[in-house]
């Protein structure tokens, strides 16, 4: 305003400015005149999340109790934070990042879609489905309840909600490009979610023989509990082939949920809030939810050859581990910090929530 002030007492205008800056002396510009902004490069974030994914893929071969896309996310976070790459992070790469983490993200969505049998799914029994669903609607209300009643800011206590109660990372992604949440939210809970996924892998284990499971109770519990699919395989392979394919099956039918819980925030934002006249209005289904269910009712079809499946699902973990690469960056410490313990508390109870929920279902269906 001062600026403007400024400019008002001088009493220039393009009338009265002298020969260097008449409107009319070819020196000038009109606002119509300017050169339109240059977009920003999406190149220099892009490489940078390439870069990250092979440094998570090394991080997986050495050690392969860590699934690629946990290191991902905490490579990514490294990265925001390292003195020599956090510029470039926060500055010429941001775009990209942004970008992988969108776009890249619903790509890898999709692709998730060739892991769905519904063939498979349901021959766990409708028992073991009802089982599931029960578990998805107690972590998903009962997580946002009590961010709500923490106070905890934006989007967080859905995003939140979804990564426990879903799969994970993969299905924060989702919910927050229909909600059209803030990235710093996003981070922020993918980084939850993935730190308390990670500690499932050391802490399950150690659970196993206490709780009195038998190795295919302990993969239903493995797959109704824990967040992502590599952790979900990190986690139960420790109980041998039975229990791990158990897991992955109670977690394929844990990933299911996603279209619809999607759709259901799709129409509920829809109704809220109000279009104007003549504007689009956002799809009822996304278009990356679509594509997801496509591809389930392909592979339910078998047309696709096991190679082709193969190929998909390295696909799928190159695209997602970009794509949690620069989620990863975008989360800063400092702020973090600020809610780190409201954060940590809804982490912990909502961890309670699903491993005690998902137990009891486990134990009332086998």
Same mark, same amino acid.
């Given at each position: 305003?001062?600026?403007?002030?400024?400019?008002?007492?001088?009493?220039?205008?393009?009338?009265?400015?002298?020969p260097?800056?008449?409107?009319g002396?070819?020196?000038?510009?009109?606002?119509?005149?300017?050169?339109p902004?240059?977009?920003?490069?999406?190149?220099?974030?892009?490489?940078?999340a390439?870069l990250g994914?092979?440094?998570?893929?090394?991080?997986?071969?050495m050690?392969?109790?860590?699934p690629?896309?946990?290191?991902?996310?905490?490579?990514?976070?490294?990265?925001?934070?390292?003195?020599?790459?956090?510029?470039?992070?926060?500055g010429?790469?941001?775009?990209?990042?942004?970008?992988?983490?969108?776009?890249?993200?619903r790509?890898?969505?999709?692709?998730?879609? %060739?892991? +769905?049998?519904? @063939?498979d799914?349901?021959g766990?029994?409708? /028992?073991? #489905?009802?089982? =599931?669903?029960? !578990? &998805? $609607?107690?972590?998903?209300?009962?997580?946002?309840?009590l961010?709500?009643?923490l106070?905890?800011?934006?989007d967080?206590?859905?995003?939140?909600?979804?990564?426990?109660s879903i799969?994970?990372?993969?299905?924060?992604?989702a919910?927050s490009?229909?909600?059209?949440?803030?990235?710093?939210d996003v981070?922020?809970?993918?980084?939850l979610?993935?730190?308390?996924?990670?500690?499932a892998i050391?802490?399950?284990?150690?659970?196993?023989?206490? %709780?009195? +499971?038998?190795? @295919?109770?302990?993969g239903?519990w493995?797959? /109704?509990? #824990?967040?992502? =699919?590599?952790? !979900? &395989? $990190?986690?139960a392979?420790?109980?041998?082939?039975?229990?791990?394919?158990?897991?992955?099956?109670?977690?394929?039918?844990?990933?299911?949920?996603?279209a619809?819980?999607?759709a259901?925030?799709?129409?509920?934002?829809?109704?809220?809030?109000?279009?104007p006249?003549?504007?689009?209005?956002?799809?009822?289904?996304?278009l990356?939810?679509?594509?997801?269910?496509?591809?389930v009712?392909?592979?339910?079809?078998?047309w696709?050859?096991?190679?082709?499946?193969?190929?998909? @699902?390295?696909?799928?973990?190159?695209?997602? /581990?970009?794509?949690?690469?620069?989620?990863?960056?975008?989360?800063?410490?400092?702020?973090?910090?600020?809610?780190?313990?409201r954060?940590?508390a809804?982490?912990?109870c909502s961890?309670?929530?699903v491993a005690?929920?998902?137990?009891g279902?486990?134990?009332?269906?086998?």
């Amino acid at each position: 305003m001062a600026l403007l002030g400024h400019r008002a007492d001088t009493g220039a205008s393009p009338a009265s400015a002298g020969p260097g800056g008449s409107a009319g002396s070819p020196g000038s510009r009109s606002p119509e005149s300017a050169p339109p902004a240059r977009t920003p490069s999406k190149l220099p974030g892009l490489a940078l999340a390439a870069l990250g994914v092979a440094a998570a893929s090394a991080v997986h071969l050495m050690l392969p109790a860590v699934p690629m896309l946990t290191a991902a996310v905490v490579l990514g976070i490294a990265a925001a934070h390292l003195p020599g790459v956090r510029g470039l992070v926060r500055g010429a790469a941001r775009p990209g990042l942004t970008l992988a983490g969108k776009r890249l993200m619903r790509l890898g969505i999709v692709l998730l879609g %060739l892991e +769905l049998s519904l @063939g498979d799914v349901l021959g766990l029994g409708w /028992a073991t #489905v009802a089982m =599931v669903l029960c !578990v &998805v $609607a107690a972590t998903f209300a009962g997580t946002v309840w009590l961010g709500r009643r923490l106070g905890l800011r934006g989007d967080q206590p859905v995003l939140v909600a979804t990564g426990y109660s879903i799969c994970g990372a993969s299905a924060i992604g989702a919910v927050s490009d229909v909600r059209g949440s803030e990235e710093e939210d996003v981070a922020t809970s993918v980084a939850l979610v993935t730190l308390c996924g990670t500690l499932a892998i050391a802490v399950l284990p150690l659970l196993h023989a206490p %709780l009195g +499971l038998d190795a @295919g109770q302990f993969g239903r519990w493995v797959g /109704a509990g #824990v967040h992502d =699919v590599g952790q !979900v &395989v $990190a986690t139960a392979q420790t109980a041998g082939p039975a229990a791990l394919g158990q897991a992955v099956l109670v977690k394929l039918l844990r990933v299911m949920m996603l279209a619809p819980l999607v759709a259901a925030m799709a129409l509920a934002l829809r109704r809220r809030r109000k279009t104007p006249a003549g504007a689009k209005r956002p799809p009822l289904v996304p278009l990356f939810v679509v594509g997801f269910l496509a591809l389930v009712a392909l592979r339910t079809i078998g047309w696709l050859p096991d190679a082709a499946v193969d190929g998909a @699902g390295r696909a799928r973990e190159v695209l997602l /581990a970009a794509a949690l690469f620069g989620l990863g960056s975008a989360v800063h410490l400092p702020t973090l910090a600020r809610t780190g313990g409201r954060v940590a508390a809804l982490g912990l109870c909502s961890w309670i929530v699903v491993a005690g929920a998902s137990y009891g279902g486990v134990l009332l269906t086998t």
